[in-house]
């Protein structure tokens, strides 16, 4: 069986029904986070801070968090949010936005693996394809477009006619998720060089790719001079100075230590990862990458291309994984290089090695079978209740509260339980776990660990200390206090390290009650839920 011609057109309902199976996936798996108003990735905040305040023309539109917000996104990501901000609020937005991605990356896995395949059964591995990648596609924030990008690059590359669509894709790999880019043009260029190999010829007909790879380097340069320039972020911390950091180690706020482990170690856990529901048979998972090499072969002539692509995918990414841990953190973090990448990679190999049975008996019912196994597969993998959202529904009257809050209120908090009040109370806070994301950065890092030093210690003050607490709301001029009773008692800081172990150290041999935050009077807090106090700092210092 030859591969389909890449020319061929397709049936012009192909497309308006993949659309309507879009629509439909997106409903019954995204139905957890449609649910609840206050429902939606952890991450959003950090990055839709800046569209926040600009939507709602919030006066606190200028302040540090927010404006670096918005610095640090991508240009490309960054002019569409702005865009579709105009017609939507940034919540639907993060919500909403998933649609298009999943339509992408069914879109171009259908048009990826129709070559190879049946219909029937190229639908069904893209969908299992855009499934996988669901967790890091919720919240439609620039790493959502990671898939869809390297989709759309290898897609045009299978097809070897389309040189300048490969540059327009690496140009927008730069635009909206910069490590695309790096994978792509490995990619692209291991690509090339096979050919150049091959036929003993300089390929110029690639040059419209390299012309959008240079581009594309060249825009990736200017947007991390951008950031560096920026009065909120500054130069890197070196490797040798993040070793040394508690930020970065475990229970940091990110484990760059982790990945120092030995590759072996890490290639596996990516790798089962992929596809593979934690808690499972592990040796599933290198049988399945076995078939997929094995059927490769044995199909060699038909899947030619798509196996070469395999293959060269995965070297470039583990290349790119090895020198990214060598240049923390220049190029990110580098576990992204694997986590996200090896999703889509996977889900085709686990096509592949699944499909195996449809070689030996070509039959429409065979494809059929196959394709319901592979969905069937999918559910098995993840399910509705498992797509990855925070239910902010479970702190709902705490944000209500706060959204009643004049505008210009500051809060302080625990650094958990404050993430997502900017998001959805439009208040802004003096620090939040979220909020605390680019520390590798020096002005940025500056800014951020005394504000969440001072909030430990505030809310680690003893019992006859209220001075101190006092000190802390006139240094940051905080308006109000959320105070969170039973983490308090339990000795739980709701943040991440060294503030963490200080907090703990601070209060260690103390009894349950022993903190002055506890020590406020009923007659001045507000009872939320039975969970949480609010307090005016005003009617605090007149105590």
């Not at 140009?171 to 990619?187: D, K």
């Not at 686990?350 to 019912?365: D, E, H, I, N, T």
């Not at 601070?506 to 009894?511: C, F, L, Q, V, Y």
Request: proline fraction near 7%; glycine fraction near 6%; include cysteine.
């Amino acid at each position: 069986m030859k591969p389909r011609n890449p020319h061929s057109t397709p049936s012009p309902w192909l497309w308006p029904l993949l659309a309507l199976l879009c629509v439909a996936y997106f409903l019954y798996y995204y139905q957890q986070v449609l649910a609840h108003p206050y429902r939606f990735n952890d991450d959003v905040v950090q990055h839709y801070l800046w569209l926040v305040t600009v939507h709602y023309d919030i006066p606190w539109a200028d302040d540090f968090l927010a404006r670096s917000s918005a610095i640090i996104q991508p240009w490309g990501f960054r002019s569409l949010l702005g865009t579709l901000a105009i017609f939507f609020d940034p919540v639907a937005i993060s919500r909403y936005g998933v649609l298009l991605i999943i339509g992408l990356n069914v879109g171009f896995g259908t048009a990826i693996l129709r070559r190879y395949y049946p219909l029937v059964l190229a639908v069904a591995g893209a969908f299992l394809v855009a499934h996988i990648s669901l967790t890091m596609t919720v919240g439609f924030l620039a790493r959502s477009f990671c898939v869809p990008l390297l989709l759309g690059f290898t897609y045009f590359l299978l097809r070897g006619d389309r040189p300048r669509t490969l540059g327009v894709c690496l140009v927008l790999s730069a635009l909206f998720y910069p490590p695309a880019l790096l994978i792509n043009a490995g990619v692209g260029g291991l690509w090339w060089l096979s050919e150049w190999v091959q036929t003993r010829k300089v390929p110029l007909r690639w040059w419209p790719a390299f012309a959008g790879g240079l581009v594309g380097l060249f825009i990736a340069w200017l947007q991390s001079r951008q950031i560096a320039a920026a009065a909120e972020f500054g130069e890197m911390f070196s490797a040798s100075e993040i070793a040394a950091m508690p930020e970065f180690r475990s229970g940091g706020r990110v484990d760059f230590r982790s990945l120092t482990d030995q590759p072996s170690i890490r290639y596996y856990r990516y790798f089962l990862g992929s596809f593979l529901p934690p808690g499972r048979d592990y040796y599933f998972a290198y049988l399945v990458m076995l078939l997929a090499l094995g059927v490769s072969w044995w199909q060699r002539s038909v899947l030619g291309r798509l196996g070469g692509w395999l293959v060269t995918f995965g070297v470039v990414t583990v290349l790119l994984y090895e020198i990214a841990k060598q240049f923390i953190p220049m190029f990110f973090l580098p576990d992204r290089y694997l986590v996200y990448p090896w999703r889509p990679w996977a889900a085709i190999g686990f096509v592949v090695a699944l499909s195996g049975p449809y070689w030996w008996r070509k039959k429409k019912w065979m494809s059929i079978l196959l394709a319901v196994g592979i969905l069937a597969y999918g559910h098995y993998f993840k399910n509705p209740t498992q797509v990855g959202h925070v239910k902010g529904d479970q702190v709902a009257p705490l944000f209500e509260a706060l959204q009643a809050l004049p505008d210009t209120a500051m809060i302080a908090g625990p650094p958990q339980l404050m993430n997502h009040v900017p998001m959805v109370s439009h208040r802004t806070v003096l620090i939040s776990n979220e909020s605390a994301h680019a520390l590798y950065f020096r002005r940025y890092y500056d800014y951020v660990t005394p504000r969440l030093a001072d909030l430990t210690a505030a809310y680690a003050a003893p019992g006859d200390s209220l001075n101190q607490v006092l000190d802390f709301v006139d240094k940051y001029e905080i308006d109000y206090l959320v105070i969170q009773p039973d983490a308090l008692q339990k000795r739980n800081s709701r943040t991440f390290d060294p503030h963490a172990k200080d907090f703990t150290r601070r209060t260690e041999g103390r009894s349950p009650g022993d903190y002055a935050l506890l020590q406020i009077p009923d007659s001045i807090k507000t009872v939320i839920q039975e969970k949480y106090w609010l307090v005016r700092t005003r009617d605090l210092t007149q105590q």
